[in-house]
């Protein structure tokens, strides 16, 4: 099967095995790029903070969001155990004068601002560095479990405002994102893309549905986003992680007729490269505009829910 | 009435008085003590990064957590909605190439690691800044609640190891820490505390469970913890933030019969100091203890569940 | 306030007058109008059965259920805790020969075919036979929970066909059903209605929806339903319980501007009246229309969970 | 692998093969045993009531019940969603009049009064009627689950006290109940068991832990149960299904080493009788001990949730 774009499930493979780094970092590795992380370039992430400003990347977790409840995904549901009326009803009077409210959420680990786990996407039966469909049961992942990064989602961030370096607000529903594009914008910015390097991609598209006031198809919908070239610009710089403001990373339709989200599985399964999606970098781009400065320290530890395939983040990029 | 303590309902009043910082960031602040740090602070504690050190102080959320249940406080609940046995039996073969797994949580949000809120306590029927009862509904918090540290929860950690300072593995059950104990444990640890400091308080005790193999009454029984004194010493310094690695903080039994958890009434309530519980200080500890360094970068960004009045959160300790 | 129907609160009130049976069964009732279901009409239900025809009433309780997610009303959502791909890929190879599966649920108690439990409506700030808001907190209902009628939600069940008996598959949107129409419907169906019954009223909508392929706004939009006098045929008579194949009971918009839901008030909290929503009766009813028989035993039991104010059901009605 | 017993996967490999009715029904057939309820037998045991007293054999659902938590097992957790505080506290002002309370519940399907599934277990890859383990994936099962029963848990109920009739409040921890067991207890009882039955059998054991105060080790612990000669009584007999006050149906531990629970394998996965478990059957054999009558109309639907393989229920026992 050839699609218009001429790509298909060869090029997939050629990619996933140009790019593989299986075996790179031991037979038993559960990390994947985070490896190139350094602690050397923790310390130099962390000295590029010069203004103090923190920006939080997540959007908010509650009944609007975007979220369509297809395959289980719901939207988070919080709860109250405990709560001001109860305070006043006398119902905590058993309490010794100090009273207090409490509460619970049942959250889809990927419903809005996450992180994508090495455990969560599997081509022919193995996920990143081998593992096979037995080590995530419904116990959850023995392998490559998002709580692996629980202490390594720290590092340099680089935000290419892919939307304000085509002139745009928003890029086109379903216009790719080619390798050229990422390069080009980088040089516009006079920012570079390194080894070990958290990439934000902004597409616009997250805020141009939230002005829209409704998400729309956002879940799953046409999209823009990262085009299969985009590997050839992430791949051979070693980057950490790759995330966007997207729902889904990839461009959709995805330009391969015969794989969906053919990028999770070059980049992801083969490079083992971390994907964040549905990051809200609105407040953060507008400002890297203003001052001229793409790159930051970026902190956005997962929930370390045992075994868990993805996770909730409020990421922090602090400049 | 009087404890053996001889501190009471009044003693809490008074230190309530003292320390109340009410209005002094406006009528409608909702962010406590958090205000005490500034940009400069951000920067200053981003500049401590020497080593590249990162610590995760977030015990794991699953089955085996120190909950017991008792007011609905459960452990985390994760269930898998797609895993490798769906793809193994060919329950995702609708999908084109490509096959994922998904999952979820049930979590009580101060079920483990965590930040209370200022929404989540009460005294007479307000909370911090005077907020009435009818702002924490079954809907949530429409004060106070932990969101509003979503980009706040960046600055300087200072770690007071207080077991170690008393030259134990973990302080006795139901001993307290007193302002002059902290006093002492910063100067021998040659650490300043200061405005707009989180602080984190070791005693031990979350070690000594854990190594235990069962948490016992760890969450809610007889423990070391804060004396009401240690609002003296916290309270004037203008710390951001204090975190423990107990269940609750504070001294139990509480030195006040008639009062439960005074010291959050006197700190959270009035003073608007945001308390952390259930932090692994472990790793952390003793890395400080072999390096003599007791101060960090803290970021410990909240889940943004809106309306909550606690998260879960994965501290990050970055030396 | 005055509505085109000239009803308002003032009609609410005079009916609840009326009607209410507050303090009718001592002041600690708990049962309302449950009460009037003897032993002996027990024993006269069920020898109603004849043909051995058994139908359940309930409607799938799944993701695609009429729930939209207002007021956290959503659908409900089914998790498996272990699976058949959990016994191929070997997780469960610990367990001697046998091999299991499990599952868990989180329901909205009321977002699909329902029991209305006496706790579930107030007025004035206060609930069937008088009991306050405090009576409802976080921790559940102590009075009026439906867990009360768990022995009692069998006897006679009547069946109102009122569509049928208006030569129509479904009530027209915003149809009302006077006390009139009830009296005819079961006048032509040769069928009484009387003390201690279960009164089961079709409008036929949620099948014109279920044959629609959509729900659209079946929860809380337009709908027909029980105007406020057909309190003047339920509450004389004396009935147990009346259902509807409707989301809410009541025809939509209500008749008074000024109060939501008015039969609920005259009926449920004054009268004591249960109300069971969403039941699917097409199959009784086309066998009712088929053997011209209306009345059969009816057993509804609702889930024990304690203090709830509502539960899901399954009932079944038996011919 | 021989136990004291003598009894192994042999016996068991035997027993199954003796009782299987795959295929007895068709291919395609989903409901094993209930096949042998006919409508002449739910008329005649709907004839069956003479006194009109109902009985719930459901224990409450709440945070109290017998589960330990042990492979996902918790008990019911139950949240409001509205309450009577939202109510005095002006939260529901928004509504006309009318104030409402709402709730949610999580639950375990099979954490306390239950039906099993034909789905719930598998021996060597198969359930009843030969079905393999890709019919229950992560969404649920597609063959077998209990929403298959919602309207055929209807018949003729048996009560077989066995501690009655051994002469004990309760059977002893680990005591057996055997074929002739059973057989004498009917006979002495003055019943017969016959097809389509759904026989209940008291060990006593569910009112001995909850007069104790403690569930212990309910739950999957040493229990009075059925051993594999029962199922020479009721397979023959051509029953409908059994349940017992026990958490597991079965002695335990098992007389086999290296098969868990036998008679689930023997009786639910080759003969398709239907296991409740944990029926609370006090009050109505203290009746039936009272009156001598030990038949009654048993109905006991499920919860309608799609593909689920278990159910909690509220049995209805009509005398």
Known sequence: MTTPSGKNIDTVLEKSSQYRNWGKWGADDELGSINYVTEEMVVAASHLVRRGKVFSLALPLDSNGPMNG????????????QDGGDIASGAQDHLATLRYTDDAAY???????????????????????????????????????ITNIKDRAVGR????????FKGKSALATSEPIEAEDL???????????????????????????????????FAGGPAPGLAISASDFFCP????????DTWGTEVLPNETEDVFQPLHIIMLVNAGIYLGEMWDMEALAADCAQDGVYEFLLVAPPLTVTGSVGSPVNPQAIK
């Open 70 to 81: 297809s395959y289980g995904r719901i939207n988070p549901v919080h709860v109250m155990l």
């Open 107 to 145: 959250l889809v680990l990927q419903s809005s601002t996450q992180w994508d786990a090495l455990a969560h996407i599997y081509h022919d039966g193995k996920m990143y560095n081998g593992y096979g469909t037995e080590q995530v049961h419904s116990g959850g992942a023995l392998k490559n479990s």
């Open 157 to 164: 961030g680089v935000l290419l405002d892919i939307a304000r």
């Open 183 to 217: 390069a080009a914008c980088a040089e516009k910015q006079g920012v570079t893309v390194g080894e070990g390097d958290f990439v934000l991609v902004r597409t616009g598209q997250l805020e141009e549905r939230r002005q829209s006031g409704s998400w729309g198809d």
């Open 237 to 244: 710089r070693h980057v950490a992680a790759v995330a966007t």
